[in-house]
């Protein structure tokens, strides 16, 4: 006798549609319904055969569907049971996309499967053996005093040292006592804002492209900020509005990648010769180059004018809330008072910091961190050109990330697509200043230096299936 319909199994309300045959529209058809949540993941799906008898189709057409999705990760199959919604795909409610200038605050449960949020190094990179044994020999010959309160300006071990891996190899004009260690660069741009603010500063100029964070200090200070135009030639220093201070990333600007050309550089020192005010030099990614020469910090044409900040959270980890200010002389005395001796920040990490750098550790982690960020590079730009041509990738001469330029109009829908897919990854919206000239680019910032070694071929995978 023949089987009936009613009693196949598994029973799957779904209504292929669309002008592209039966085989897409059954493909949406399934998306769309993991997507809604109406198959919540794990749900089993009915066997290809039922499928095909419930709607009147061939059965192929059924298991190429299923064969599609498994590949995007939508579904899984595996031999003795069934196919089945993948799990780990992000619930409704946390899909949407974020909010034009703010990136998305994720609760623990959360959690992405993949992230390529730009921001962070390989933090299971991090050198375990070489920072212990530097803490040991750090802390071995410390002075008694050193474990005082001391002076708000940081350790004399760290700022002797600093002054001389950034003299070598940043180009930076720094004697240690023009050196103020501080928690990170937020800490020494919130320091920074209070003094500008004190000195009767009230506008600071910005880049059309950075992050919200450095905006929203500088807001908290009371400072307005004005972003400047951006180009082909990077941030467009050649008038800088009426404002007592300029934020720029010149050697690697955050997120768009490029480096200030020198025409803008000079004319940003000229605009504080000739006016009096004064750059904020963040040195975003210095220590990682490529394909291009070193490009020296601006502080070193102009070191009266110019404040050079850097930090250890890309080169190291941003756990350990370790950055520098190199400081013209007439403002060392006004910044260690706004930072105060209840904010020093710890001893024995600024002494096993400074042992790292006069050991020549941190020189041979930085070159080996440079050589597997690049092969992670270049395999981002080889699997972009083969799985998506329409996406032009840039800024990759330098740094942690890379821009992807997407067609117009596609930004958001990608988003959501990585949203999805478990994927962790910021469109170039969400860094552009909400008074920005520049035209509005639809593109991708993809931290590649964000994963795991174990974690990265998925991680570019995954964002391989939702380019367009």
């Given at each position: 006798?023949?089987?009936?319909?009613?009693?196949?199994?598994?029973?799957?309300?779904?209504?292929?549609?669309?002008?592209?045959?039966?085989?897409?529209?059954?493909?949406?058809?399934?998306?769309?319904?993991?997507?809604?949540?109406?198959?919540?993941?794990?749900?089993?799906?009915?066997?290809?055969?039922?499928?095909?008898?419930?709607?009147?189709?061939?059965r192929n057409t059924v298991a190429d569907a299923y064969a599609d999705l498994v590949a995007e990760g939508w579904l899984t199959a595996r031999q003795g049971s069934g196919t089945?919604?993948?799990?780990?795909?992000?619930?409704?409610?946390?899909?949407?996309?974020?909010?034009?200038?703010?990136?998305?605050?994720?609760?623990?449960?959360?959690?992405?499967?993949?992230?390529?949020?730009?921001?962070?190094?390989?933090?299971?990179?991090?050198?375990?053996?070489?920072?212990?044994?530097?803490?040991?020999?750090?802390?071995?010959?410390?002075?008694?005093?050193?474990?005082?309160?001391?002076?708000?300006?940081?350790?004399?071990?760290?700022?002797?040292?600093?002054?001389?891996?950034?003299?070598?190899?940043?180009?930076?004009?720094?004697?240690?006592?023009?050196?103020?260690?501080?928690?990170?660069?937020?800490?020494?741009?919130?320091?920074?804002?209070?003094?500008?603010?004190?000195?009767?500063?009230?506008?600071?100029?910005?880049?059309?492209?950075?992050?919200?964070?450095?905006?929203?200090?500088?807001?908290?200070?009371?400072?307005?900020?004005?972003?400047?135009?951006?180009?082909?030639?990077?941030?467009?220093?050649?008038?800088?509005?009426?404002?007592?201070?300029?934020?720029?990333?010149?050697?690697?600007?955050?997120?768009?990648?490029?480096?200030?050309?020198?025409?803008?550089?000079?004319?940003?020192?000229?605009?504080?010769?000739?006016?009096?005010?004064?750059?904020?030099?963040?040195?975003?990614?210095?220590?990682?180059?490529?394909?291009?020469?070193?490009?020296?910090?601006?502080?070193?044409?102009?070191?009266?004018?110019?404040?050079?900040?850097?930090?250890?959270?890309?080169?190291?980890?941003?756990?350990?809330?370790?950055?520098?200010?190199?400081?013209?002389?007439?403002?060392?005395?006004?910044?260690?008072?706004?930072?105060?001796?209840?904010?020093?920040?710890?001893?024995?990490?600024?002494?096993?910091?400074?042992?790292?750098?006069?050991?020549?550790?941190?020189?041979?982690?930085?070159?080996?961190?440079?050589?597997?960020?690049?092969?992670?590079?270049?395999?981002?730009?080889?699997?972009?050109?083969?799985?998506?041509?329409?996406?032009?990738?840039?800024?990759?001469?330098?740094?942690?990330?890379?821009?992807?330029?997407?067609?117009?109009?596609?930004?958001?829908?990608?988003?959501?697509?990585?949203?999805?897919?478990?994927?962790?990854?910021?469109?170039?919206?969400?860094?552009?200043?909400?008074?920005a000239v520049t035209t509005p680019l639809d593109a991708l910032v993809v931290g590649y230096g964000t994963p795991p070694d174990h974690a990265w071929t998925a991680a570019l995978?995954?964002?391989?299936?939702?380019?367009?």
């Open positions: 006798m023949a089987e009936s319909w009613a009693t196949l199994g598994i029973d799957l309300h779904l209504e292929p549609t669309g002008s592209l045959g039966l085989r897409r529209g059954l493909t949406d058809a399934l998306r769309d319904a993991v997507r809604t949540g109406r198959l919540a993941p794990g749900t089993r799906l009915p066997s290809s055969r039922t499928l095909a008898a419930d709607l009147g189709i061939a089945r919604v993948a799990t780990g795909l992000p619930s409704p409610a946390g899909a949407a996309v974020p909010a034009a200038g703010r990136a998305p605050r994720r609760r623990a449960a959360d959690r992405p499967t993949h992230n390529l949020v730009p921001g962070t190094p390989d933090l299971s990179a991090f050198p375990r053996t070489e920072w212990l044994k530097a803490a040991r020999r750090a802390l071995t010959h410390a002075p008694t005093d050193a474990l005082g309160y001391g002076d708000p300006r940081g350790r004399p071990e760290l700022r002797t040292a600093l002054a001389g891996y950034l003299a070598r190899s940043r180009g930076v004009r720094a004697d240690p006592e023009n050196i103020l260690v501080c928690a990170g660069f937020a800490q020494g741009l919130k320091i920074l804002a209070a003094v500008l603010r004190s000195r009767g500063v009230r506008t600071v100029a910005v880049e059309s492209y950075g992050l919200f964070v450095h905006w929203d200090l500088l807001a908290a200070a009371r400072l307005a900020t004005r972003p400047l135009p951006y180009d082909d030639l990077a941030t467009d220093t050649r008038a800088i509005p009426d404002a007592g201070a300029v934020l720029l990333t010149p050697a690697h600007q955050f997120p768009m990648g490029t480096a200030l050309h020198p025409d803008r550089r000079a004319a940003a020192v000229d605009w504080a010769r000739r006016t009096g005010g004064l750059v904020l030099e963040d040195d975003y990614d210095g220590e990682f180059r490529y394909d291009r020469q070193p490009v020296g910090a601006l502080q070193g044409l102009a070191p009266d004018h110019v404040v050079h900040l850097g930090t250890a959270s890309k080169s190291l980890a941003p756990g350990l809330r370790l950055g520098w200010m190199v400081l013209p002389p007439s403002l060392v005395d006004a910044c260690a008072a706004a930072k105060g001796h209840s904010d020093t920040c710890g001893v024995l990490d600024q002494l096993t910091l400074a042992e790292f750098l006069t050991s020549g550790a941190y020189d041979r982690h930085v070159r080996a961190a440079r050589l597997r960020y690049r092969r992670r590079r270049d395999t981002l730009v080889a699997a972009v050109a083969a799985r998506a041509p329409e996406v032009r990738v840039t800024g990759i001469a330098a740094g942690l990330h890379a821009v992807l330029r997407l067609p117009p109009g596609t930004e958001q829908s990608v988003l959501q697509a990585a949203a999805w897919q478990g994927l962790a990854l910021h469109g170039l919206t969400t860094y552009r200043h909400e008074h995978e995954a964002l391989c299936r939702v380019l367009p």
